[in-house]
């Protein structure tokens, strides 16, 4: 357990090796640290005032006027096919 004393390679191993760009080996602490990008710092900016957002241009409407896509019932499910082309009827 790393909470009893400094972390240590178990008995008859070692540190992994050198990476090929590193000036020295590093150390098991450094190892263990991780960089800034994996914890970066949060950012809270509050508005000082209320601003108008700006516009969105993927923030369309749905394109039939708003109206909710029709629920797929099960028979249309089983009909469903994944070849391309137009469907033939049967």
């Not at 390679?9 to 990476?19: D, F, I, M, N, R």
């Not at 800034?36 to 749905?62: C, G, K, T, W, Y």
Request: proline share 20%.
């Amino acid at each position: 357990c790393g909470r009893v004393g400094g972390l240590r390679p178990p008995p008859g191993q070692a540190l992994p090796v050198k990476p090929k760009l590193a000036r020295a080996t590093p150390s098991a602490e450094e190892l263990l640290t991780p960089p800034p990008i994996a914890r970066p710092e949060r950012v809270d900016e509050l508005q000082s005032r209320n601003e108008p957002r700006e516009s969105d241009r993927f923030d369309l409407p749905p394109p039939d006027g708003g109206a909710a896509p029709v629920a797929e019932t099960d028979n249309q499910a089983e009909q469903r096919t994944d070849e391309p082309g137009p469907i033939k009827p049967q």
